[in-house]
């Protein structure tokens, strides 16, 4: 899922843009200042960034400036500040889009669906797991080197399902009928199989994210490192 990387001094604002995209599947990361963002932005992947304009410390004039140095990621300006000559100054600065407060937050997350997709992010299709990423358009697993695997079709599904809900749990019924169908005539017990399978074949990476078992009710993917 698309990481999104959200900038504003109001707690009230950051909270109500978090719940429209975490809503839609995004990982949200808040931050309330543009020094604490560019620091993040410095030492993790982003994939798009909500930045207000008048913010503490590093506001977000200096922001964009500052991640457009840094990345080619897209940038959605989210502001009081609606006058014309804001809007071009942002533009010139290298804002991709600009919305006004108040704003409707359906407005907003149709609005990053359509910069993800114009910076050809997708959203759904790429995940990342420390220092790994499901890549669901080819079905293949990409080492921090580069090198691409294939591994089975079920297992990818089923790592990319947990991954795409870290620390969310899942039942084996729930898995069962996701991954392989409601009309799956199989034992449950296939999912434990598929899970031992994936645990010894990403042993080594124990350290970026684990399949955790909770016991009685199913499982979970803990990631420890972006």
Not at 61 to 72: F, I, N, S
Not at 188 to 198: C, F, M, P, Y
């Amino acid at each position: 899922m698309a990481k999104i990387l959200v900038v504003d001094d109001e707690a009230h604002i950051r909270e109500l843009i978090r719940l429209y995209l975490v809503d839609e599947g995004f990982e949200v990361i808040e931050k309330a200042n543009g020094e604490d963002a560019l620091a993040y932005a410095e030492n993790q992947s982003v994939d798009l960034a909500i930045i207000d304009i008048m913010m503490p410390k590093l506001d977000g004039w200096d922001l964009c400036k500052e991640l457009r140095e840094l990345d080619e990621m897209p940038i959605l300006m989210v502001t009081s500040k609606g006058e014309a000559q804001d809007k071009i100054k942002g533009f010139k600065l290298g804002t991709d889009d600009y919305l006004v407060k108040p704003f409707d937050p359906v407005e907003l997350v149709l609005r990053v669906k359509a910069l993800l997709k114009r910076y050809r992010i997708d959203a759904s299709s790429l995940i990342k797991l420390g220092s790994i990423m499901l890549d669901r358009r080819t079905y293949q697993v990409i080492y921090k080197d580069g090198n691409q695997v294939t591994i089975p079709m079920k297992e990818f599904e089923l790592l990319y399902k947990l991954g795409s809900y870290t620390n969310q749990l899942f039942t084996r019924d729930h898995l069962i009928e996701q991954i392989w169908g409601m009309d799956y005539e199989g034992d449950e017990r296939t999912v434990d199989v598929h899970i031992k399978r994936l645990r010894e074949r990403f042993a080594e990476f124990e350290s970026d994210f684990k399949i955790v078992t909770i016991r009685g009710l199913g499982y979970r993917l803990e990631v420890y490192r972006d």
